[in-house]
């Protein structure tokens, strides 16, 4: 029994030797980090989700939020018991080999390349709304007239592109995490002040009803990508000066996503019902200074948010392309640029030749982010850990029946509504 419980506590102590290189973000910056992984569209599209299952979908809310919380703490795990372990790919690697890596590396970038091109697309559209006669001249040259929403898609690009360059493994891209989870709670009051200040209320038509059975599979994939990042918190735990103190930061930043979420879920189903639109922005009034605040600040959500979730994306491509001595001791910027630009451009392409931007997040909510934040964490801990106890073998695989569930049936309403 003594060297059982020794064994327990080996396979569970932190093993990061002293000489290890660390990251310099601060505690704070990382929590800021780690909550605006979180917190980003879902913000807008939860009020939808809220009203398609009704308020006993919030149990699912919560239990969606509390399996992947335990997921990013197995994550957490898996860094701590191997020191050459850095990225989501490092994890992988180490816990299925280079096939696995390549496959998971397909998975994870995937879904990060789609969810910036969705972010994209969603400042591309909200521009487009706001300045739809925006026009661009120098002299008697006109260079945009119209503001069609591509032209708004590269204008995002250009302003994105300062922070693409910053290599300093997200130490420096905190203070615009911070100003992406600041704009989130910036539209969570603006729109409770639109509730309380502009006649709106809180007792809409359809506000009342507890459950919608037709709409759970739709809640169900909205409620899953209000919880999608996991592949950027190896980023973050490389990013920090002291990573032993992870557990504690994924703790706080998904607790607080969990209530803004919860928050703006409610406020929004109150307020509207049934009447409820997929992004609760074009519900809010424009003529209302509160509405315009919350509009105008959603705005900020893509801008901020961008760079974080590719910054994963252009580690994985520098360190191929990159030596061991180059990219552990920051050497060669001008080729890690020239990958973070390339990458900028393919998304702003993309998203300017396929802006659909409803199908694009069903299809990262019911395929991507079940592999990336429920299966594959489970898969990595059963394969590089040897001992379980009972709790942890019932909880991962409870995790992987329930995350192969809720893919099934999201990738088939999503297939379904692209059909009618």
């Given at each position: 029994m003594e060297n059982h419980d020794q064994h327990e506590e080996l396979m569970r102590t932190p093993l990061i030797p002293t000489d290890q290189t660390t990251g310099s973000s601060s505690f704070l910056k990382a929590c800021f980090n780690a909550t605006n992984a979180l917190l980003g569209i879902g913000l807008l599209t939860v009020p939808y989700a809220l009203s398609s299952g009704g308020w006993l979908s919030l149990f699912l809310f919560l239990a969606v939020g509390g399996m992947t919380l335990y997921t990013a703490l197995l994550l957490n795990e898996c860094l701590n018991s191997d020191p050459s372990v850095r990225t989501y790919l490092d994890i992988a690697e180490r816990a299925l080999g280079t096939k696995g890596r390549t496959f998971v590396s397909i998975v994870m970038n995937s879904e990060l390349y789609m969810v910036a091109i969705?972010?994209?697309?969603?400042?591309?559209?909200?521009?487009?709304?706001?300045?739809?006669n925006f026009t661009i001249k120098i002299g008697t040259l006109i260079l945009m007239e119209g503001g069609g929403m591509q032209s708004f898609v590269v204008m995002t690009g250009l302003i994105i592109l300062p922070s693409m360059l910053l290599t300093d493994h997200l130490s420096i891209l905190s203070y615009v995490s911070a100003t992406g989870?600041?704009?989130?709670?910036?539209?969570?009051?603006?729109?409770?002040?639109?509730?309380?200040?502009?006649?709106?209320?809180?007792?809409?038509?359809?506000?009342?009803?507890m459950l919608k059975a037709d709409g759970i599979p739709t809640a169900l994939s909205l409620y899953i990508v209000c919880f999608a990042g996991h592949p950027v918190i190896p980023s973050i735990y490389s990013s920090m000066a002291n990573p032993r103190q992870l557990r504690k930061v994924l703790v706080i930043g998904f607790t607080v996503t969990a209530v803004v979420y919860m928050l703006m879920a409610t406020a929004g189903y109150l307020m509207y019902g049934n009447e409820v639109e997929s992004q609760i922005t074009l519900n809010l009034p424009t003529k209302s200074v509160s509405g315009e605040i919350a509009i105008y600040t959603t705005l900020m959500i893509p801008v901020s948010r961008y760079a974080l979730m590719m910054s994963p994306v252009a580690e994985g491509i520098e360190k191929r392309v990159l030596s061991e001595e180059d990219y552990y001791y920051k050497k060669k910027k001008g080729v890690r640029w020239l990958i973070r630009l390339a990458l900028l451009m393919s998304t702003v392409i993309v998203a300017c030749l396929f802006p659909h931007f409803e199908s694009l997040m069903a299809i990262v909510g019911s395929i991507f982010v079940v592999l990336a934040s429920f299966l594959l964490p489970c898969l990595f801990y059963l394969r590089m850990f040897s001992y379980f106890s009972y709790l942890d073998k019932l909880a991962i695989w409870g995790i992987i029946v329930f995350g192969l569930l809720a893919g099934v049936v999201g990738t088939y309403a999503s297939i379904a509504n692209l059909i009618v």
């Open positions: 969705g972010l994209l697309i969603l400042e591309g559209d909200n521009l487009h709304k706001l300045f739809p989870v600041f704009s989130c709670l910036i539209i969570l009051f603006s729109v409770v002040c639109v509730g309380l200040v502009d006649g709106i209320g809180f007792n809409a038509e359809g506000s009342s009803i």
